[in-house]
């Protein structure tokens, strides 16, 4: 495997400038994520309104996978419909875990399948879906902090 | 005790440009290595360069052949049966007992306990050594560099207790503060229970001085010996401490199984640790009177073959002598500390003056989970993450670390591997 595969321009870029990188003060739903495997954390802000993610933020350390993975998916949903979020997270999961073959009809990974090479190191996997699980734990109005384990 | 502490200089060998074999005498490296089968292997296409022994270290043949043997030619329950096979089976699990009375330098065979490992061993001193001792308002002192399992039985049995745990402060060098160590010792102090040799920064502590403090305060002391015992030699005798704890998996060993060290008189006195069959003289339902130690604290069927396999490195490491282990790796560091020293890029965690073979590095702009898995794709095993050592990586304010830990199997030339890797992150990350 070519590690640059892994370690596309746009996950490097992603990864040294996050986006939408902040708090987001007047948030209406928020999650915290841990994987204490490798000490990363997440935290997700979302702003929901008639069902669609209006705005939404991160704010956490941790590798280039998972800092570019949270900055690509505040991207990919921003101003999406919550349903349609939910989507894209299956796709997603289904692309970086190998399981599925093709992402569902219909929907668009974009950007996101930049780490599709994730899936040929599947230790690194967590990394790849932290920020999504904080994210589907922000839109259930989890209280209880996300981890991988 | 031959300590590694008194191989280690100040001023380290000047040793730039010595070949791949290394300046030290008695250590035949190339023969070492097939010794050990996993070693052989290629990772991603390139041969493997394994430099996680502080994780889990590789098995020599030595020891695979011995469990091998046991669970063909020797194998039966242990101090059961009247037959031959547990005959030879309590034999060879008993002359194991012997073996790591040897490995610990300790005076008497009945001071040793086979444990699970060294987390088995603390949680045992904690749970019958000091439970009972310990009152509320009483104090257990560790340090600052400890490993999650020299901290969190503590923390358990405080809770217990309504005890305190103290922390003795380490430098910026990685160093135990011994000034602040000893003014932490109190008359509530009850114990000490301190790493040998730090995990994550590789830091020798000065156990003879750590142990003498507490001593003159009648505080008994126990060592976490997990990463001092795969190399140097350990006198448990000589350093007179109370209790001192290995693992076996980490010392060439099978995992599951580990040594505790206990003093004769605080083994006596102390409450079993688990109930059950191996750890009785007598029972009715009335009353039951326990056997002695080392026994009292073996309930159930022991990890037998564990045990003979622990024993079987012994032998070992004892045929190539623990000095010029100790040598070896000491080139090892300091050529690694030196082939660092070349990037800028690169700093390392963890400077004691006295310290084993262990490299914890972190790369600018590189988060330490991307330079495990980069390092991976060229064939080299390191630690990435916290290594049990969260408040350790708090210390450092960084999240994480990689880490290089080396054994007496590694070279010089995986040296250059390693340094090679890291330029690959750099060629991603730069």
Redesign the interface.
């Known amino acids: 495997?070519d590690?640059?595969e892994?370690?596309q321009e746009v996950i490097?870029d992603h990864y040294?400038k996050p986006r939408n990188f902040s708090v987001l003060e007047e948030a209406n739903h928020r999650a915290a994520g841990h994987n204490p495997?490798?000490?990363?954390r997440i935290d997700v802000y979302l702003t929901v309104k008639d069902g669609v993610v209006e705005e939404v933020s991160f704010q956490g350390?941790?590798?280039?996978?998972s800092t570019a993975s949270a900055s690509l998916m505040t991207e990919a949903v921003k101003g999406k419909p919550v349903e349609e979020v939910e989507r894209l997270f299956q796709s997603f999961h289904a692309m970086v875990t190998g399981k599925g073959d093709a992402p569902e009809a219909g929907v668009d990974l974009g950007k996101l399948e930049a780490l599709a090479g994730v899936r040929e190191?599947p230790i690194?996997v967590k990394?790849a879906t932290l920020a999504w699980h904080t994210l589907k734990a922000a839109l259930a109005e989890d209280s209880e902090p996300v981890t991988t384990e | 005790m031959t300590m590694l502490t008194e191989t280690i200089s100040n001023q380290p060998p000047m040793t730039v440009g010595v070949p791949a074999s290394g300046p030290s005498r008695g250590l035949d490296v190339e023969r070492v290595r097939r010794d050990f089968p996993a070693l052989e292997q290629r990772i991603h296409g390139k041969p493997l360069v394994y430099l996680d022994s502080a994780a889990s270290a590789q098995k020599p043949r030595a020891m695979l052949d011995a469990v091998n043997a046991a669970y063909i030619f020797d194998y039966s329950n242990v101090h059961r049966g009247v037959h031959t096979l547990s005959q030879r089976a309590t034999d060879a699990y008993e002359g194991a007992r012997e073996k790591g009375r040897r490995l610990l330098g300790a005076a008497l065979r009945d001071e040793v306990v086979f444990v699970r490992g060294t987390t088995e061993g603390i949680n045992l001193v904690a749970q019958s050594f000091a439970r009972p001792r310990l009152r509320a308002g009483d104090e257990v002192l560790i340090s600052a560099m400890e490993h999650h399992s020299n901290i969190v039985p503590w923390q358990i049995v405080c809770q217990q207790t309504g005890a305190t745990l103290r922390v003795a402060p380490i430098n910026d060098r990685g160093e135990l503060e011994l000034d602040a160590y000893e003014k932490l010792l109190s008359e509530r102090t009850r114990l000490v229970a301190m790493v040998h040799v730090s995990n994550a920064l590789g830091t020798i502590n000065p156990v003879a001085e750590v142990i003498d403090l507490a001593h003159r305060r009648g505080v008994p002391v126990l060592l976490d010996g997990a990463q001092a015992a795969p190399h140097m030699a350990i006198d448990v005798a000589a350093l007179g401490c109370d209790f001192y704890t290995i693992s076996g998996h980490k010392y060439f060993g099978p995992t599951g199984i580990g040594l505790l060290y206990g003093r004769r008189e605080l083994l006596a006195e102390m409450e079993p640790y688990q109930g059950g069959g191996e750890m009785i003289r007598s029972v009715t339902f009335e009353k039951t009177e326990y056997a002695g130690a080392p026994h009292k604290f073996e309930a159930g069927t022991p990890d037998i073959v564990g045990a003979i396999g622990l024993g079987a490195v012994v032998d070992y490491l004892q045929e190539i002598g623990m000095e010029a282990i100790a040598a070896h790796e000491h080139d090892l560091l300091t050529y690694a500390t030196e082939r660092f020293g070349e990037i800028p890029q690169v700093r390392i965690i963890g400077t004691a003056r006295h310290k084993a073979a262990v490299v914890s590095f972190v790369v600018e702009g590189a988060h330490a989970h991307d330079v495990g898995t980069i390092l991976d794709q060229e064939g080299v095993a390191v630690r990435a993450g916290h290594h049990c050592a969260q408040p350790v990586m708090e210390r450092f304010e960084v999240p994480a670390t990689a880490r290089a830990s080396f054994a007496f199997y590694n070279t010089r030339h995986e040296v250059d591997r390693l340094v090679d890797a890291v330029g690959k992150v750099l060629e991603i990350f730069g």
Do not use: K
């Open positions: 495997m590690l640059r892994i370690y490097l040294r495997l490798c000490g990363d350390s941790g590798c280039a996978i190191i690194r990394c």
